[in-house]
């Protein structure tokens, strides 16, 4: 596995074109899942620079930090509040243009303009959730809503993303 990530391409998409691979190169041979779900965050900032990327992931009725990117944040989020627990209940991902335009979001950092919550969906259950945040509005679209998408399924699918007592 090479250790340095190279991008090259300006735009988002063939951003994500060149992420999968490496992504793919950095997670599918490592049975830790604490050390994928570390580098996975720091392949998702180095390739797009985003302010904080990180995971919750359920324990019971809340959801509770994993291996992030970026500033300090609040450890446990219950069930259906904030963006993270409303990807939870819903079941699907949650796009936020600007956060304070959505009721119930909970601000871990002031600086914190827009949002991306993706659920981890294994064998029809959220497990838990990875939540990206820009400093910028409304940075998150489609695009970036199906390529997550994708690299989230295929990472808990086909890698070792999620602790054991979250893969039964
Ligand atoms: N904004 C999230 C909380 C987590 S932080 O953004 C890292 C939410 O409303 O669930």
Redesign the pocket.
Known sequence: MAETLFFSSTSKDKRYAELLPQLQALIETEENPIANMANFCAALKEAFGWF?I?F?MVAGEELI?GP?Q?PV??TR?AKS??????AWAQEKTILVED?EA?P??????AL?KS?I?VPLIKNGAVIGVL?I?STELATFDLLDQTQLEKICQWSVSYTHLTLPTNRE
């Open positions: 904080w990180g919750y930090l992030f970026g944040a609040c989020i509040k904030g963006v993270c627990g409303t956060v959505f119930g979001h909970i601000a871990c950092s914190s949002e919550v939540d945040d």
